[in-house]
């Protein structure tokens, strides 16, 4: 029998779309950068000698006349620290990609590689069809799952539905279905 083009063709799309997932979780956008705040204008912290110092809890303090107003004490001597807000969630997205990213490129090797030996076994013999079927099962549950959750059909949907197809051939060719029987 020759070359099974179409399982060579599927565990290349596979493989491609783990390496396509890595690259593109790399690259930032560049239309949603936020720059970083500029460090040179930080303000420094107070002096601890002007902080107001808090009454002794251990003496019993009367309570105040709610009809004289109590005056609350001054913060000009006090000083706010800078918003760092931007800086935490640039580096926070900066690292949610990278982690991202990893298991995109994992899992897209792994499954290549297992499906393209698979498809090597089936180009030799069409009856040593387990580890395809097994594989694309196991992608297909994971992908079909993941599109469920997000509703994006790319890439999730895409990959379990061309692992259903899988499937639904090698079921196929193992009922005799096809021209190609498989015991």
């Known amino acids: 029998m020759g070359v099974d083009v179409i399982s060579f063709g599927y565990a290349a799309v596979v493989t491609i779309g783990g390496v396509v997932g890595y690259v593109k979780a790399e690259l930032p956008d560049k239309s949603t950068e936020t720059e970083l705040p500029d460090k040179s204008t930080e303000t420094e912290l107070p002096d601890k000698s002007t902080e107001t110092e808090l009454p002794d ?84 549950g994971i992908m079909g799952l993941r599109f469920i959750n997000s509703g994006k059909f790319m890439p999730a949907g895409l990959v379990a539905g061309l692992s259903l197809a899988m499937i639904a051939r090698l079921g196929a060719r193992a009922a005799g279905l096809t021209g190609t029987k498989m015991q």
């Not at 900066?94 to 030996?117: C, D, I, M, N, Y």
């Open 57 to 140: 809890k251990s003496t019993e303090t009367e309570l105040p006349d709610k009809s004289t107003e109590t005056e609350l004490p001054d913060k000009s001597t006090e000083t706010e620290l800078p918003d760092t807000s931007t800086e935490t969630e640039w580096v926070k997205s900066e690292t949610e990609s990278l982690k991202r990213s990893v298991p995109s490129l994992a899992a897209g090797l792994v499954f290549g590689s297992l499906l393209s030996f698979g498809a090597y076994q089936l180009s030799n013999n069409p009856n040593d069809y387990y580890l395809t079927l097994g594989t694309s099962t196991v992608l297909g």
